[in-house]
């Protein structure tokens, strides 16, 4: 598939999929409030700030792939306000994804946003987890696209050979991610170990043992 048709497919999906009428964020009420990321004022977004240029509505970060080497195999790239403060008040976002063969992006959740993938590269494997526990799976590949309801548990899995990338849009200027592990064996402070053996029925030292892999590195 070439450059301009991905471009165009997610313009279409930035415009159609992500638009006012499925906005997650609150209604702007003005024709722009680019994000004063360094003030210390505290709202429900960001302030605006008065001083705007078109770099606040741009963002190269996720042209090229980004780095796999780490224990998951997987790196998330945002594309958010924190990255493009012109996107205060506008309630979309994107992300791209890029995989290793073997590669996870692990169960998580977007408390603020559904997310819908575009496969740039490679196959994956790709689910999300109802409130009635059911899984809803599917084998997704290049030019496919697949949505992920806001808030629910799902994963994404490069089973393949080779990389795989994905395009992700929100419906939120900034989605928020909580990874499940990472929530639970790695919070600060730390979640009480007896808290966790009976929510997974297991020992203290199985419990310990996970939560000693999620310890930052000295």
């Known amino acids: 598939m ?3 048709a991905v471009c165009s497919l997610l313009l279409i999906m930035a415009l159609l999929t992500l638009g006012n009428t499925v906005s997650a964020d609150p209604d702007m009420l003005q024709d722009l409030c680019v994000a004063d990321l360094t003030s ?3 709202v429900n977004g960001y302030p605006c700030k008065s001083n705007v240029t078109a770099e ?3 963002f190269a970060g996720i042209a090229k792939p980004g780095a796999t080497n780490n224990s998951m195999g997987a790196l998330v790239t945002g594309a958010n306000v924190q990255r493009i ?3 205060n008040t506008l309630g979309v976002s994107l992300a791209r994804i890029d995989y290793a063969p073997g590669g996870l992006n692990p169960p998580h959740t977007h408390p603020r946003a559904t997310e819908v993938v575009f496969v740039l590269e490679g196959e994956l494997d790709v689910g999300f987890i109802t409130t009635a526990n059911v899984l809803i799976s599917k084998s997704i590949k290049q ?3 697949f949505a992920f309801p806001k808030g629910l548990v799902h994963f994404q899995k490069n ?3 080779v990389p795989a990338a994905v395009i992700s849009a929100f419906n939120s200027q900034l989605p928020g991610t909580q990874s499940i592990a990472a929530t639970l064996f790695a919070a600060t402070p730390p979640v009480p170990d007896n808290v966790l053996t009976k929510a997974f029925m297991v020992g203290t030292k199985e419990v310990q043992k996970i939560k000693s892999r999620f ?4």
């Open 2 to 4: 070439s450059d301009m």
């Open 40 to 42: 210390g004022v505290k």
């Open 56 to 58: 606040d509505f741009f």
């Open 85 to 87: 403060p012109g996107l």
């Open 143 to 145: 030019g496919d696209v």
């Open 159 to 161: 089973n393949g050979k």
């Open 215 to 218: 310890a930052p590195k000295s």
